[in-house]
């Protein structure tokens, strides 16, 4: 599963307080890691080089201002923008069967 987090170098004018979407990527992909392990991919793009077509059509929406930057997509749905917030992105892995790496973890600490 891959985590697609769109933005730009340049703190969103709108986001007073919110770090650069690169420094939200970065984030994104330790937190989700630390949960979830490898299995889940954090990718950056940058609104000035999207990479494939679909990362050019969510660039023009930012652009377009119908999202805030970070904007974070996973499977052509989108999981937040602005200010991002990890409850609606870890309810879309665990609704993908993406498990707790660390639930099997405190089971085996009480022998259960």
């Known amino acids: 599963m891959e985590l697609t987090v769109y933005g730009t170098e340049a703190l969103c004018a709108s986001c007073i ?9 970065e984030w ?5 890691t630390r ?18 077509e679909s ?3 969510y660039c023009e ?21 602005g200010f991002i917030s990890l409850k609606p992105i870890f309810r879309f892995l665990d609704n ?7 639930e099997s973890r405190r089971y085996d600490s009480r022998g259960e």
């Open 28 to 32: 994104l992909e330790a937190a989700v």
């Open 96 to 102: 993908h069967g993406f498990k707790d790496i660390n």
């Open 55 to 57: 990362d050019r059509l």
């Open 17 to 25: 307080q919110a770090p650069s979407s690169r420094s939200t990527a």
């Open 61 to 81: 929406k930012i652009v377009a201002d119908e999202y805030f930057y970070p904007l974070v997509v996973s499977d052509h749905v989108v999981l937040g923008d």
């Open 35 to 52: 949960k979830y392990g490898n299995p889940v991919t954090v990718r950056y793009v940058d609104l000035e080089h999207p990479i494939t």
